[in-house]
């Protein structure tokens, strides 16, 4: 089973729809949740950190449930500049066990919103 | 300001070859580590440094792939006997190290290797 888990997509909406993206995750003993961002042929980019009592920044909310090992995201009022590919992203503790480091990504889901 | 740099962006080689990839990471940062990204796939872990020394090196597939960070600053990661599996986006990122774990990565574009 893989580390990090995504909806394999891709999705296709209609601007001004609401979409929402599941992730879920195998390592208990991760510790950060992040959502990063990736246009076509580009590097990845944080869009919002992924806190236990949820979070929402403008039309984007992210969600996270430790219990069942889940990480959500949700776009309210889609836009065309919305189309990328949007990164479950986790950081666990290191070998090393001193600091948290490493980030594990899913595969990704792309998205495309279409006028 | 000046984010992390890349250098070559593109790189093509032949199968056999040997290839270094540059990293320059955003000033300040101490924590500098690599990724792969393989078409379709998110990135994939390779090392990690801080500051001068790889602190965890666990994600290089193999003997042929080596980085190094000799000043603290700029990284180098070298594969020799380049394969063609080694064809992928080749993912720089760093970031700051604070209260004893690191804040936010942020990566540069990457260099794009296509090994023939």
């Known amino acids: 089973r893989k580390e990090v888990e995504q909806d394999p997509g891709p999705f296709n909406v209609p601007e001004g729809a609401t979409v929402a993206f599941n992730c879920t995750y195998s390592n208990s003993a991760s510790q950060s949740f992040f959502w990063y961002r990736q246009d076509c042929r580009k590097e990845p980019k944080l869009l919002m950190s992924?806190?236990?009592s949820g979070n929402e920044d403008g039309r984007f909310t992210a969600q996270l449930n430790r219990a069942s090992q889940y990480i959500s995201l949700l776009i309210r009022d889609s836009k065309l500049s919305d189309s990328a590919t949007y990164l479950c992203?986790?950081?666990?503790?290191?070998?090393?066990?001193?600091?948290?480091?490493?980030?594990?990504f899913g595969k990704g889901t792309k998205l495309s919103v279409i006028p | 300001g000046a984010g992390v740099s890349q250098t070559p962006s593109n790189k093509v080689t032949e199968k056999g070859k040997y290839v270094e990839l540059r990293c320059d990471p955003i000033s300040g940062h101490t924590a500098l580590y690599w990724y792969r990204q393989s078409l379709g796939q998110g990135p994939e872990f390779l090392i990690y440094?801080?500051?001068?020394?790889?602190?965890?090196d666990s994600g290089l597939p193999n003997d042929r792939f080596f980085a190094v960070r000799p000043e603290g600053s700029v990284s180098t990661l070298k594969i020799q006997r380049t394969e063609r599996g080694d064809s992928a986006v080749y993912l720089c990122?760093?970031?700051?190290?604070?209260?004893?774990?690191?804040?936010?990565?942020?990566f540069g574009p990457g260099t794009r290797l296509t090994v023939l």
């Open positions: 992203v986790v950081n666990r503790m290191g070998n090393s066990g001193a600091g948290s480091y490493q980030l594990t």
């Open positions: 990122a760093s970031s700051k190290w604070t209260s004893g774990s690191a804040d936010t990565q942020y």
């Open positions: 992924v806190y236990s």
């Open positions: 440094f801080q500051g001068t020394g790889a602190a965890d």
